[in-house]
C-alpha cells in the first residue's frame, strides 16, 4: 500500500531522465509485438514512450527494449493496418511487456491516411534503410495486376534498374549480384520470374522487407552493395483463412490456419502466370531505328509457377519451430531463336528461443539448389546447356539487452557452394552438337560477428560492429600456372595441379568493420553517419546487359579474388508538421576492389580456363538522394531523385588485356538521374486513384562508330566500351483501386467474413518505346550493320486483378 502510495506521488513528476541525470537503476522494458490471428512477429513495428519521446522499432521476431528510469509511461505499438495499441505502466524493475495486434478493419480511406509515425526514419541509428509493408504497397499501380516487392524497389532513391525484362535490381551503382537477397533469412540466387516482370515473393505470403543500402548491420554478409530481407508469413494458429486473386496474366491461391489451435499452424500457397497476351501486347512496341527487322515478339512464351508452404510449432510461449519451404519453375522462349529455363527450391528450419528476459536466440538450417538452362531449338546447331548452384546453409543468432541503453548481438555462419558443372546436349535428334562438360567448382564460406547499439545520451546513439569471414575454394578441382611475363592465355600455361576432394586450393580471410551513428539534432531531425567494410566471396560471370538465369556462379580462385568494398554514407533527416511530411538527404561513396570484368571478346560458357578471359577492375560509385514523402492527408506520396555516378577500371600489366586502355569507363548501370514521383488520392470512403512516374538517364552502351574496307569486306569499327548511352527512360503508370464491398453495391457488414478488393492499372500511358539495349544488324544488300532499338514493353498494358479473402 504505502509503495502503491509513493508511487502515485512519483508519477506527477517527469523521469529524471529528462533533466540529463542517469543512474545504473534504469531497468529493463522489453517484450514482442505479435499479429494476434497467427501469432506472427511484426517486423518494424514502431514501439513509442509518449513522455520521453523516445522510440524504437521491433526486429525481424518482433523483440523491442529499453532501458528506463524508474517511473511512470505511457507506451504506444503501432503497425500499419493494425490497431494501435497503448498502455501505461509503472517501472520499478524489469518488466517485460508483450502485444498482440489485431487487424484493423479498414477501408482504403483509413489506409491512406495513415502513416508509419514517430519519425522511424529520424531516430534509427542505422543509415540508408527502408522499411516497408505490403501494405504500403497495395495503392501502387501494378504492372500484371501483383504486387511485386523486387519491381517496388525501384520507386526508392538510389535503386534502378536497367528497363524491363531486366533480372535484378541495382543498388547505388552496384551490380544485380552484389544484393544479397533473404527469403525468410534463406539466400537467393535469382528474385526474378519471367526476366525480371514477376518477383519470386508472393504478396499473399510476404509480411514486409527491409533494405539495406547504406549501412549493412555486423548480421549480414556475403555480398558488397545492399541488403534485401524479406520476411514471409506463417499461418493463422486460430482461423481458417483462404485468399486469393486472379487477373489478366496471373492467379493466386493460399490457405492458412491451425492445425492444433494456439499451437500449430499450416500456410500452403500456389501461384502461376502465362505472359503469352502480353507478348503479344509487347509486339507492339517494336521499333526500329533506321530499318525495320522482324523481331519476332508475338511468337513467344513465358510462363511461370510457384509455391510456398510453411509450418509452424509454439513449443512453449517462449520457444517456436518453424519449417518454411519454396519451389518454382520458370519457362522463356524467344520466338524460335533461344530460350531460358529454370528453377528454385528452398528449404528453412528455424528454432526461435527467448531464454531469458534479456536473450534472444534464432537458429536455423537452410538448403537452396538453383538450375537453369539455356537453348537455342531450331538448325543443326541448336543446343541445350546446363548451369546451376546449391548451398547448405546454418546460422546462429543471439540478441542480448541486459545491459543499460545497449543492446548485444553476435552470431556465426558456414556455408558450402557446390556449382553444378556446365553440361552441353543437342536440343533434338536433328542436332549435330556433340556434347561437352565444363568442371565447376566448390567452396564454403565462414563468419562471426559482434555489435553493439549503445545509447550514449539522449541524442547520440552508435552502432558498432565487427564482422570476421573467410573462404576456401575446395577440391577436387585443377588450378593452372602461368608464365610470369606473358599475358594469362592457354598458351601460356606453364603447370597443372590436381586437388582432390575436400583439398584447399585457395583461402582468403578479413575484418569487416561496421559503424554508423545518429545524431538528433531537435524532436523532428537526425543526423547519421556510417561506414562499413564487406567480403563477396562469390561472383556472377556475365558479358550481357542484365544477367540472365543461365549465367554462371563463380567462386572465389587464386585468380579471381573475393570483392571487397568501403561504403560510407551520411544523411539528414526531418520531419515537419507532426510527421505529414518527411524529407531526407543521403550522400554515398563507394569504393570497390577486386571487380570482375571479361576482356573484349571474351567466350565465358565450358570455358575450363574462364580466368584467361576474365580481369580483376576497380570500381567507385558515389551520389545523393533526396526523398521527400508525404504521409497523411487525402493525397499522399513521395518524390525521390538520385544524382548519382558508377565507373570501372580494368587495368592489367599487358594492355591487351585491359579495358579502354586502363581508364576509368561508365559502368552498364551508370544511369546519372533517377526521379520517381508516386501519388495516392482518396476517392470516397473505399477508392482511391494512383500514378507513379519515372524518368532516369539511359545506360551506356558499346556503338559503331566507323568503318574501314579490308580487300573489298566493311569492317565495323566500335566505340571504346559504354562511352554511348541509350535514349532516356520515361513511363507514367495509372491505377484505380476498390477496397471492398465491389459487387452489388453491398453495405459493411462487420460480422461478414469474407472481404474482396480489386485494381486496375494501366502500365506505360504514355505507350513509349523505352529501349531495353540497342544491337546492331546488317540488312540485306548493307556494307555496316544498322543500330537497331529492342523495347520490351513498347505498349500500354492494362492489367485487372479482383482478390479475395475469407
Not at 528476459?357 to 541448336?382: C, I, K, M, W
Not at 579471381?560 to 561513396?589: C, H, K
Amino acid at each position: 500500500m504505502k509503495l502503491t502510495f509513493l508511487l502515485s506521488i512519483l508519477s506527477f513528476f517527469p523521469p529524471l531522465s529528462e533533466f540529463g541525470y542517469s543512474f545504473e537503476t534504469d531497468f529493463l522494458l522489453s517484450g514482442y509485438v505479435v499479429e494476434e490471428s497467427s501469432g506472427n512477429p511484426l517486423q518494424g513495428a514502431t514501439v513509442y514512450i509518449i513522455e520521453l519521446e523516445r522510440g524504437t522499432t521491433t526486429n525481424e521476431e518482433g523483440f523491442y527494449s529499453f532501458r528506463l528510469p524508474v517511473g511512470h509511461y505511457t507506451i504506444r505499438i503501432q503497425h500499419l493496418g493494425m490497431v494501435t495499441a497503448e498502455r501505461t505502466f509503472f517501472v520499478v524493475n524489469d518488466l517485460q511487456l508483450n502485444f498482440s495486434l489485431t487487424e484493423q478493419d479498414l477501408d482504403l480511406d483509413e489506409i491512406i491516411v495513415e502513416g508509419v509515425g514517430f519519425g522511424d526514419h529520424i531516430r534509427g541509428a542505422i543509415t540508408g534503410v527502408e522499411v516497408v509493408s505490403i501494405s504500403d504497397l497495395e495503392q501502387l499501380p501494378m504492372l500484371m495486376g501483383e504486387i511485386d516487392v523486387v519491381r517496388s524497389l525501384v520507386a526508392l532513391p538510389g535503386v534502378q534498374t536497367v528497363g524491363e525484362g531486366a533480372s535484378g535490381f541495382n543498388v547505388r551503382g552496384g551490380r544485380e549480384d552484389q544484393n544479397l537477397v533473404l527469403m525468410d533469412g534463406a539466400p537467393i540466387f535469382n528474385s526474378s520470374h519471367v526476366l525480371g516482370l514477376f518477383s519470386v515473393f508472393n504478396p499473399d505470403v510476404t509480411d514486409g522487407f527491409a533494405l539495406y543500402k547504406g549501412h549493412m548491420p555486423e548480421r549480414y554478409g556475403g555480398r558488397v552493395s545492399s541488403v534485401l530481407d524479406v520476411s514471409m508469413r506463417s499461418g493463422s494458429a486460430q482461423d481458417f483463412k483462404v485468399h486469393g486473386g486472379v487477373g489478366f496474366y496471373t492467379a493466386r491461391l493460399m490457405a492458412e490456419g491451425p492445425i492444433i489451435k494456439d499451437r500449430t499452424s499450416f500456410l500452403i500457397s500456389g501461384r502461376g502466370a502465362d505472359s503469352s497476351v502480353l507478348f503479344m501486347l509487347a509486339g507492339k512496341g517494336r521499333d526500329m531505328m533506321r530499318v525495320s527487322l522482324p523481331l519476332d515478339v508475338y511468337n513467344s512464351r513465358a510462363w511461370f509457377y510457384d509455391g510456398n508452404a510453411n509450418i509452424t510449432h509454439r513449443i512453449n510461449p517462449d520457444n517456436r519451430l518453424s519449417l518454411s519451404m519454396y519451389g518454382s519453375s520458370d519457362f522463356f522462349r524467344y520466338s524460335d531463336e533461344f530460350g531460358y529455363s529454370w528453377n528454385n527450391r528452398i528449404a528453412n528450419l528455424k528454432w526461435t528461443s527467448a531464454i531469458s528476459d534479456h536473450l534472444f536466440s534464432e537458429s536455423a538450417v537452410a538448403v537452396n539448389q538453383y538450375r537453369s538452362s539455356y537453348f537455342t531449338p531450331e538448325g543443326t546447331d541448336a543446343f541445350r546447356l546446363y548451369t546451376g548452384i546449391c548451398y547448405t546453409r546454418a546460422s546462429q543468432y543471439i540478441l542480448y539487452t541486459g545491459f543499460s541503453r545497449q543492446t548485444w548481438n553476435a552470431g556465426a555462419e558456414w556455408t558450402q557452394y557446390r556449382s553444378d558443372d556446365e553440361e552441353l546436349e543437342p536440343f533434338d535428334e536433328l542436332s549435330a552438337i556433340a556434347p561437352a562438360k565444363s568442371p565447376k567448382d566448390t567452396g564454403q564460406e565462414l563468419a562471426a560477428y559482434i555489435g553493439n547499439e549503445i545509447e550514449l545520451t539522449n541524442r547520440l546513439l552508435i552502432s558498432v560492429g565487427l564482422r570476421f569471414s573467410a573462404f576456401q575454394q575446395l577440391g577436387p578441382g585443377l588450378e593452372f600456372s602461368y608464365a610470369e611475363n606473358a599475358a594469362r592465355t592457354v598458351n601460356a600455361i606453364t603447370d597443372t595441379t590436381r586437388f582432390d576432394n575436400r583439398n584447399i586450393m585457395a583461402a582468403f580471410y578479413g575484418l569487416e568493420p561496421r559503424l554508423s551513428s545518429r545524431l538528433m539534432l531537435d524532436e523532428n531531425s537526425s543526423v547519421k553517419i556510417s561506414y562499413n567494410r564487406a567480403r563477396q566471396y562469390i561472383h556472377q560471370i556475365s558479358n550481357s546487359t542484365s544477367p540472365t538465369p543461365a549465367d554462371i556462379w563463380q567462386v572465389s580462385t587464386r585468380y579471381l579474388p573475393p570483392q571487397i568494398s568501403n561504403n560510407y554514407s551520411a544523411g539528414y533527416f526531418r520531419n515537419f508538421s507532426n510527421g505529414e511530411w518527411e524529407v531526407s538527404v543521403d550522400f554515398y561513396y563507394r569504393d570497390v576492389h577486386n571487380l570482375v570484368e571479361y576482356i573484349d571478346f571474351a567466350s565465358l560458357f565450358l570455358n575450363d580456363h574462364i580466368e584467361t578471359d576474365l580481369i580483376s577492375a576497380r570500381g567507385r560509385a558515389y551520389g545523393s538522394e533526396l526523398n521527400i514523402r508525404k504521409n497523411s492527408g487525402n493525397w499522399t506520396g513521395w518524390l525521390s531523385y538520385t544524382l548519382g555516378r558508377t565507373f570501372v577500371k580494368a587495368e592489367d600489366d599487358f594492355p591487351e588485356r585491359s579495358i579502354n586502355r586502363g581508364d576509368w569507363f561508365s559502368s552498364n548501370y551508370d544511369q546519372p538521374h533517377n526521379l520517381n514521383l508516386a501519388g495516392i488520392r482518396r476517392l470516397g470512403e473505399n477508392s482511391a486513384f494512383s500514378f507513379n512516374f519515372t524518368w532516369r538517364s539511359g545506360r551506356p552502351i558499346t556503338a559503331i562508330h566507323s568503318n574501314y574496307t579490308d580487300q573489298d569486306t566493311t569492317v565495323p569499327v566500335f566505340s571504346e566500351r559504354n562511352s554511348e548511352r541509350i535514349p532516356d527512360y520515361i513511363r507514367l503508370d495509372i491505377s484505380f483501386s476498390i477496397a471492398d464491398n465491389i459487387w452489388l453495391n453491398r453495405e459493411p457488414d462487420p460480422n461478414r467474413r469474407i472481404s474482396d478488393s480489386a485494381n486496375i492499372t494501366f502500365y506505360n500511358v504514355l505507350g513509349r518505346k523505352n529501349a531495353f539495349s540497342v544491337f546492331y544488324q546488317r540488312a540485306e544488300g548493307a556494307a555496316v550493320p544498322s543500330p537497331n532499338r529492342l523495347s520490351v514493353l513498347g505498349a500500354v498494358i492494362p492489367s485487372f486483378t479482383y482478390n479475395f479473402n475469407f
